[in-house]
């Protein structure tokens, strides 16, 4: 099951995103409130980090904070909306440093390396599908800091949007593979070398390198480069060069 964000209440979501009460809200009975809204979403991205998407559950999230499940739906509707506030929550907190004295190139390499990074830090939110992208502080702080690795290029407003969409849509990918690798090894206990060298007595058995010369070439020198069938670093590099060429075509034009 894929999970959506802005998948809950607009209105409620919003309000919660950006930390304000939008219109008449008749006051709540009861104790004050214990807990911020801030520390629902550490807690829940914290368990996220921790155990994946999975185990975030309101109940988990209450026993994090030791108060009770009923309790947790005094701050957030549900899932829906905690999930468009983790998500906000990790864009708010990516480093934004200063990309104005960089040329392009490397502007957008930067740009690259912390959404990487944020994927590597937070896996989960790879399997989180963001076609309707939760609209909050963190989100378009995000947005206008990258957008800054494109602009003075010459390019229209679109072309810039969509420039920076390739990017992003690259990193994501790169970065799924990556973690799909790393679960790999983790699940099987071996590393790449490992079983590919487990493989390799039956393959050797099976493959007919005359009938299928180009896959026994180049997979040898592949194999040989990136010690297994796949490197992520190298995937990750080489796209990446690729995508700046492009770009610079577009630029150049």
Not at 105 to 118: P, Y
Not at 146 to 168: H, I, N, P, R
């Amino acid at each position: 099951m894929v999970e959506r964000s802005s998948a809950g209440d607009p209105g409620r979501t919003l309000e919660l995103l950006w930390r304000h009460e939008l219109g008449e809200r008749a006051p709540q009975r009861g104790p004050r409130k214990a807990l911020s809204i801030d520390q629902v979403v550490d807690a829940a991205i914290a368990l996220a980090d921790a155990e994946g998407l999975e185990a975030v559950t309101m109940r988990r999230v209450a026993e994090r904070l030791g108060v009770s499940t009923m309790s947790m739906y005094t701050y957030v509707p549900g899932k829906a909306e905690l999930l468009d506030l983790m998500l906000d929550g990790i864009y708010q907190r990516m480093p934004r440093e200063p990309l104005d004295d960089l040329p392009w190139r490397e502007r957008v390499t930067a740009v690259a390396a912390q959404n990487r990074e944020l994927y590597r830090h937070h896996p989960w939110a790879l399997k989180v599908s963001t076609s309707r992208p939760p609209l909050g502080p963190g989100l378009i702080a995000k947005y206008e800091h990258e957008l800054g690795a494109l602009l003075g290029l010459g390019l229209d407003d679109v072309s810039v949007d969509q420039s920076l969409t390739l990017v992003l849509d690259f990193v994501q990918a790169a970065a799924r593979s990556e973690a799909e690798a790393k679960a790999a090894q983790r699940e099987s206990a071996t590393t790449d070398e490992q079983w590919w060298r487990a493989h390799e007595p039956v393959l050797a058995e099976v493959f007919d390198p005359e009938e299928h010369p180009n896959a026994a070439r180049i997979g040898a020198a592949a194999g040989a480069e990136y010690q297994g069938a796949y490197s992520p670093g190298h995937a990750y590099e080489f796209g990446l060069r690729r995508i700046l060429d492009g770009l610079a075509a577009l630029i150049e034009g």
